[in-house]
């Protein structure tokens, strides 16, 4: 199974003039995931045009995206028999990963996917796969560019998440970082090259 990962794209609808970029980057993924901070449901439309969405609500998202069935505070999914959880603020992010699944979920989880602070993040935590896709458009906090989404593909026993650059426009730099994690699924949680707690070079 292919998930697509994305947050924070703060759009009042979907007509950044690169949201066409947004949806290839997301091509053929089965589910996308959106962290949340959507601001308004033509968002997910839109992106239900490419798969399903399930989303979390962000701290920006009001009126009828509080209504929306795709939209919850806190998601969990069991997908391919790995427990996702998806929310949208999960700072601060370098408390022990546990201890903010515990505050945020209540249950364990073996991949956490958050959003909120408009920079990716990929790491192997505790044996748990946490997930940040930044911002499609609104990257590091920049103005209205290209950025990054996340991608992640899931059989029963493994693991291969990344962080996908969708380019850049014309002197408009993307300034977020492509990552990559690949990982199997244990008795003791996810490891990496038989690592517990196994990361990626830290983002700048």
């Known amino acids: 199974m ?30 996308i995931l959106h962290a949340g901070d959507i601001q308004a449901p ?44 998806l929310i949208h603020d999960l700072e601060p992010e370098d408390r022990p990963i546990k201890d903010l699944i515990r505050n945020h979920f209540n249950e364990d989880l073996d991949l956490v996917v958050s959003g909120h602070t408009h920079w990716e993040r990929l790491a192997l935590r505790g044996g748990v796969v946490h997930l940040n896709p930044g911002s ?5 906090n920049y103005s209205h560019r290209l950025g990054v989404v996340g991608i992640i593909d899931l059989t029963p026993k493994t693991i291969s998440a990344r962080i996908v650059s969708l380019g850049e426009l014309p002197g408009l730099v993307n300034p977020s970082k492509p990552l990559s994690l690949e990982g199997e699924r244990g008795p003791l949680g996810t490891t990496v090259a038989g690592s517990l707690d196994f990361a990626p070079a830290p983002v700048g």
Not at 3 to 23: E, I, K, M, Q, Y
Not at 136 to 140: A, C, K, M
């Open 136 to 140: 499609p458009n609104l990257p590091r």
């Open 42 to 85: 033509g968002v997910l439309d839109s992106l239900e045009t490419v798969a399903p969405v399930v989303a979390a609500l962000g701290n920006n998202d009001h009126g009828v995206l509080r209504d929306d069935p795709r939209v919850k505070p806190t998601q969990v999914l069991e997908l391919e028999g790995w427990r996702v959880g």
């Open 2 to 31: 292919r998930l697509g990962l994305l947050s924070d794209t703060h759009l009042p609808n979907r007509t950044f003039g690169a949201w066409d970029a947004v949806l290839e980057g997301l091509r053929g993924v089965d589910l």
